[in-house]
Structures are given as C-alpha cells and as structure tokens.
C-alpha cells in the first residue's frame, strides 16, 4: 500500500521535473510514518498527482499540516521560496526601517509620474479551528460562513465600515443571484467560479461549490473579505489613487479590529506565519498588486517582455482579470511582488513601489 504511492509518485517524479511536491517526497520518510499521516500526506498531494504539470504540487489541509510534515513541507518551502529548511518568518509592517523609500513614508506613485491607479493589498487567512478548505466538509463550510456573518453584522453596524454581506449559498438569507454575482466579480470585488478549476477541484477546494462562498464588502466598496476561496478568508482594502500607504494602514487597521472580535483566532505556524492553502502563500499570505498600464511594453497583447523586465524586479506579472488571465485591452497589467515568505509585510508595499517606478521607466524608454 505504502509502496503502490510511493512508486506512483516515483514515476510521475522522472517525468515532471519541476512539480515541487514530486520532488520532494521521500520514500523512506514516507513508510515511517503512522497510517493517518500518510493519508494526510497524500491528500495533502493529490492535486500535484492528479495534475503533474503543477509547479507547487501540493496544498495543506490541515492547519497543522505544516508542522506535523513538516520533513516534506519544509522542502517544498525550501525550494519554492529559495529560503533555508530552517528560515524562520518574522511580521513586520513598519515602513520605516526599509531601505531606498521617500523619507516621509509616503509611497506616492504620483512621484513617478502615474495617475491613479488601482492598488490593491490581500492577505490570506485561516480560521485556527476549522479544516483548510480541501479538507472542509459541507457542513464545515455552512459553519465558516455563518460564524463569519456575525463578525460582518459588527462590521456593517459601524460607520467605518457599514456596506453587506453576499452570499453564494443556495437558500442563504444573503444570496445573490447570478446577474449580481457576475457584476461583483466583472468589478473585481468577487472571486471567479472555482468549480471547474481542475487544480482546485483535485485539491478538494473547490468541494461543495457554491456552498459557504461570498463576500463582504464595505460600503464605499474599498474594503472586502472573501469567505471560501482557496484560503478560509482573504481580506482586502482596493482602491483607485497614488498612495499606496492607503490601502496598506486601511488593510493593517481592518485586521486588528477583526482579529480582535470575539471567537475569531487565526492559524500560525511559529516557523511560517500565517497558515495558508497553498505553501506559494505561507508568511505574509500577502499579495500587494497595482493595476499598471504599460501599452507600449505589451503591444501586441503579450506580456513576455513585461515579465522579462518585472523578474528580476522581484515581480509577478499577472492579467488584467487575475491569475491566468489576458493583457488588458489598454495594455494594463497586475503587477505584484512575488516574495510572500521571509519577507516583512513592509518590504512587500516597497518592492511593489520601487518595482512600479522601475517597469514605469522601461515603458518610457521603450
Ligand atoms: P489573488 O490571488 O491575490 O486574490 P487573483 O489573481 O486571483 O488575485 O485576482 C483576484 C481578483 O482581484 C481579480 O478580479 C483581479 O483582477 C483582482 N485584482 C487584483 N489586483 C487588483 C488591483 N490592483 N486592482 C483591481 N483589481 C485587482
Ligand atoms: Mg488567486
């Protein structure tokens, strides 16, 4: 038995080199372990096996998916974020200890030159005492939804905040309908559908969908939450403006009070930080994007040399509707740091300014 899944991913490993997880799983550590962690494990793998062409390969399940394997995390960690099996991650937001920015602290991109722009910061959260979503049961997910609701009420009782909560769930208090679920996400405020995603669907993220999905969002429509994505939660203030410190101090603000309201309690690994889905988004859980257009850089509606630039910026290059989307018509592109690991939370929002002035000169120069 522990031989049949250790030979199938041996001979999936030969013919996919670059799937993380493959490579990483050890034989010999594998038939160690107790029957109930190598079935954790493999579920663990299932997305990576099911779909070899995955560079990560894998998802945790479990919060403490992260220290109870940690011989096969740690090395998929390792490679993925090119830090030591040993690297610690520590949180930081302070601004100012980081090098090269405006001594104010004001990350204004007008500085560069650029109008407005839409800026967006999102972090990935795990409620503590619930499965990740690939292990989440239907009735796990109806859970996570409602005790979410109640932190909303709270929030949408605030004047700070106010706005509603839209929910997906068939016959939920709060379901949109299908017309109001298209426009949130055309208005980039709702996650795409997730059936359908074949990662996420061998993954078992994507399990029981629409059930427990929706989101909350703020009633100037600048602070939203996403409740069943890949993550638990991912919480997000997204603006239009030049000022990237606005939606990062709003995002830091807005997760304190939430963290502080009653029965919520976040998953973190000592080593790691925050406890996420997918290990790409371990640490931080951070991902700081601006909407860029860059027509000249992109024209013909590629992104190939954009990226070509943005790489060794420490940038991630995505399209105009997120991950695995086109070029904008204009040329827009979303631009975003793609450390999220061993990285401060401050050092993100300055790699994402300094990357913006950077990629802002090569199209001029182009
Ligand atoms: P993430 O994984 O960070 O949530 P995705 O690539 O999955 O990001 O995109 C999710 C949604 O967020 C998409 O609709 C995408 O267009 C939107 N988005 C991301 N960054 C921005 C931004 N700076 N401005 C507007 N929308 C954005
Ligand atoms: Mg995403």
Request: glycine share 10%; proline share 6%; net charge neutral.
């Amino acid at each position: 038995m522990a031989q049949d899944f250790a030979d199938r991913v041996a001979a999936l490993a030969v013919r996919y080199p670059d799937n993380l997880a493959l490579q990483a799983f050890d034989p010999g550590w594998y038939a160690s372990l107790t029957p109930a962690l190598r079935a954790r494990l493999r579920k663990c793998m299932n997305s990576g096996l099911e779909n070899p062409d995955s560079q990560m390969g894998c998802y945790a399940c479990q919060p403490s998916d992260y220290d109870d394997l940690r011989p096969f995390f740690a090395r998929v960690i390792s490679r993925y974020h090119r830090v030591s099996e040993e690297a610690r991650h520590v949180s930081d937001w302070r601004l100012s200890g980081v090098e090269g920015l405006p001594e104010d602290g004001v990350l204004d991109l007008a500085r560069f030159g650029l109008p407005p722009l839409s800026m967006r910061v999102r972090v990935g959260r795990n409620l503590a005492d619930l499965p990740l979503p690939g292990a989440m049961s239907r009735a796990d997910r109806l859970r996570l939804e409602a005790r979410m609701a109640a932190v909303f009420d709270r929030l949408i009782a605030r004047p700070d905040f106010g706005g509603a909560y839209h929910s997906l769930t068939p016959g939920h208090a709060r379901q949109i309908d299908a017309a109001a679920y298209r426009r949130l996400v055309d208005a980039h405020i709702m996650f795409r559908p997730m059936d359908g995603d074949r990662y996420l669907e061998a993954a078992g993220i994507a399990a029981h969908w629409p059930h427990g999905r929706g989101c909350y969002v703020s009633a100037d429509r600048a602070f939203i939450i996403w409740v069943g994505e890949e993550d638990h939660l991912r919480i997000m203030a997204m603006q239009r403006g030049t000022v990237l410190n606005d939606v990062f101090d709003r995002l830091r603000a807005a997760l304190d009070l939430i963290e502080g309201l009653a029965g919520l309690r976040f998953a973190w690994s000592d080593d790691y930080g925050a406890v996420t889905s997918c290990p790409t988004n371990l640490g931080t859980g951070m991902r700081a994007s601006l909407h860029l257009p860059l027509p000249r850089l992109t024209r013909g509606g590629t992104d190939t040399r954009v990226r070509e630039i943005a790489r060794p910026l420490g940038l991630s290059v995505r399209g105009i509707g997120g991950e695995h989307t086109p070029v904008g018509a204009d040329g827009t592109v979303d631009i975003s740091p793609s450390a999220r690991l061993c990285i401060t939370e401050a050092g993100i929002l300055a790699a994402l300014y300094k990357g913006a002035g950077r990629l802002i000169e090569a199209e001029r120069a182009a």
